[in-house]
T-cell receptor, first 113, second 114 residues
Framework: SQTIHQWPATLVQPVGSPLSLECTVEGTSNPNLYWYRQAAGRGLQLLFYSVGIGQISSEVPQNLSASRPQDRQFILSSKKLLLSDSGFYLC????????????FGQGTRLTVV | KQEVTQIPAALSVPEGENLVLNCSFTDSAIYNLQWFRQDPGKGLTSLLLIQSSQREQTSGRLNASLDKSSGRSTLYIAASQPGDSATYLCAVRVSSGNTGKLIFGQGTTLQVKP
């Protein structure tokens, strides 16, 4: 069966520090991968998606970047965090093509102080 | 631009009641619609997926319907239990390329009182 792992679960970082959140998927090949952010009062927003290794698309301009160094690994990064980067970050995957069910990780609560 | 709205934002019911959560979307050009459950501080758990060609899907005490032409979906929960307390999110999968992008509503927070 397929599983998705996301870590860390919580993170408190000072403004200006770097960020690296990791997500891995097991039990499937060549999935579509996604990073969403859930901010208070704003719902879930798609940040990045990837349809293959090294292929990253950004949905909104921001202080973050994403990379996919391996088929089932998706990384969310920042060189210098802003207060506005605080939120709940969720990784998700779906079968290639993206037309089927999406499955989410347990999320990372990021607080920038 | 696709927008998804969920009404009500919050709902409190006594245990045993049947209830309906509503989801509406502005653009009927969707591939499918997915209902999720989110417990506080946790990720999303997929409940039901309805393809655009389908009218409803059922899983246990849950039944989701889809009226694509009118831009509406409902999630029916039968015989509610305290363990059903959570936030329920609906999301539509937009018909654009192969991204599988989901557009989410703001959710309905459900409390089932014993």
């Amino acid at each position: 069966s397929q599983t998705i792992h996301q870590w860390p679960a919580t993170l408190v970082q000072p403004v200006g520090s770097p960020l690296s959140l990791e997500c891995t998927v097991e039990g499937t090949s060549n999935p579509n991968l996604y990073w969403y952010r859930q901010a208070a009062g704003r719902g879930l927003q798609l940040l990045f998606y990837s349809v293959g290794i090294g292929q990253i698309s950004s949905e909104v301009p921001q202080n973050l970047s994403a990379s996919r160094p391996q088929d089932r690994q998706f990384i969310l990064s920042s060189k210098k965090l802003l207060l506005s980067d605080s939120g709940f970050y969720l990784c998700a995957w779906s079968v290639i093509g993206g037309y089927t069910e999406a499955f989410f990780g347990q999320g990372t609560r990021l607080t920038v102080v | 631009k696709q927008e998804v709205t969920q009404i009500p934002a919050a709902l409190s019911v006594p245990e045993g009641e049947n209830l309906v959560l509503n989801c509406s979307f502005t653009d009927s050009a969707i591939y499918n619609l997915q209902w999720f459950r989110q417990d506080p501080g946790k990720g999303l758990t997929s409940l039901l997926l309805i393809q655009s060609s389908q009218r409803e899907q059922t899983s246990g005490r849950l039944n989701a319907s889809l009226d694509k032409s009118s831009g509406r979906s409902t999630l029916y929960i039968a015989a509610s239990q305290p363990g059903d307390s959570a936030t329920y999110l609906c999301a539509v999968r937009v018909s654009s390329g192969n991204t599988g992008k989901l557009i989410f509503g703001q959710g309905t927070t459900l409390q089932v009182k014993p």
